[in-house]
């Protein structure tokens, strides 16, 4: 594989809610604020790209994990990676699955969406459950505030919340994440889920069968949601994860709700589609240089933009 110089990485910023993306997968998820607010950590290592959030898939028969995405333990072959406007994609077949992963945030609404593809490319039926780890932060950084965060899941939702009292200007908003699928196994607990010193590459977590369903406050916090998939030979499947956060518990639980909506998603991804045009058609520059043109007209606006 060919592995880029430094991190090439996607900002997808709205004037409220936001979140980064590197070619490895990394990422970092805020709202209102992108330095007093993380939902979960940016760990500005341009070496490691290491990151708070991760997509993961285990093949219930084999006990094989992998990620999606390169990082955190991504499979050693070839990935087609595209960052757009407003949504980043990541398409790969390995472990018998052709996936692609996008990820795009809503212009309208405080939340991302990461959204699953698969296809089962084996003849025999497979059994896999997905996992979505985030990391919370909900304030500055992880280690300043991890102590003070209060898990919550709503059963009617299957809406699994985290709020951090202890934020002076944010401490009302609760951050969410939610599943199109019904829900498998969670946790709040990353102790519990990385296991103790463990790392994002090798979550304790997948040695077990199914999560605890640990809602403790006070304790290293998370979020992790798992779901599970049955893919008959040659069969294809879409699912998608929701984080986000709202002004408070009846926003967050009213984001949920709308979001379970499948078709809430499509319009989302409509409406970045639509906004970016928008926004990057309005001036066109012409050069003697194609490639200049490609840069100035839609990334390098694009970026500046969105990074501001």
């Known amino acids: 594989a060919i592995i880029t110089p430094a991190p090439w990485v996607n900002v997808i910023g709205y004037p409220e809610f936001g979140f980064m ?3 490895a997968g990394s990422q970092c998820t805020w709202a209102l604020n992108s330095g007093e607010n993380r939902l ?8 490691r790209d290491t990151t708070g959030e991760a997509l993961y898939f285990r093949d219930e028969e084999t006990g094989e994990v992998w990620s999606p995405t390169p990082l955190p333990c991504g499979p050693a072959l070839p990935f087609q990676i595209t960052h757009s406007a407003g949504y980043s994609v990541f398409e790969n ?4 699955l052709q996936q692609q992963l996008t990820l795009f945030a809503s212009p309208q609404d405080p939340l991302k969406i990461v959204y699953m593809k698969v296809k089962n490319n084996l003849s025999t039926t497979r059994r896999i459950t997905a996992t979505y780890y985030a990391e919370w932060v909900l304030g500055t950084t992880h280690a300043a505030n991890s102590a ?6 709503d059963a009617n939702q299957e809406c699994l919340m985290a709020s951090n009292p202890y934020n002076a200007e944010f401490g009302s ?6 599943a199109s699928k ?3 196994g969670l946790t709040a607990d990353r102790v519990e889920f990385l296991g103790r010193g463990g790392s994002m590459a090798a979550p304790v977590a997948f040695r077990r069968l199914g999560l605890e369903t640990r809602l403790t406050a006070g304790v290293d916090a998370c979020g992790v949601l798992q779901v599970h998939l049955d893919l008959l030979p040659g069969a294809e499947d879409e699912f998608y994860f929701v984080l986000g956060q709202g002004v408070d518990k009846q926003h967050a639980l009213a984001l949920a709700k709308k979001y379970h909506n499948p078709d809430q998603v499509s319009a989302a991804y409509e409406h970045t589609q639509a906004f970016w045009a928008r926004l990057l058609d309005t001036i066109q520059v012409k050069t003697p ?7 100035v ?3 390098l606006l694009y970026q500046t933009l969105s990074c501001r």
């Open 21 to 23: 993306v590197s070619e």
């Open 40 to 47: 979960t950590p940016w760990s500005n290592d341009a070496v």
């Open 93 to 96: 077949s390995s472990f018998g």
């Open 148 to 153: 003070f965060i209060i898990p919550e899941y």
């Open 173 to 178: 908003r609760v951050a969410f994440l939610i």
């Open 182 to 184: 019904p829900i498998h």
């Open 289 to 295: 240089q194609p490639a200049m043109d490609i840069m």
């Open 297 to 299: 007209n839609r990334w």
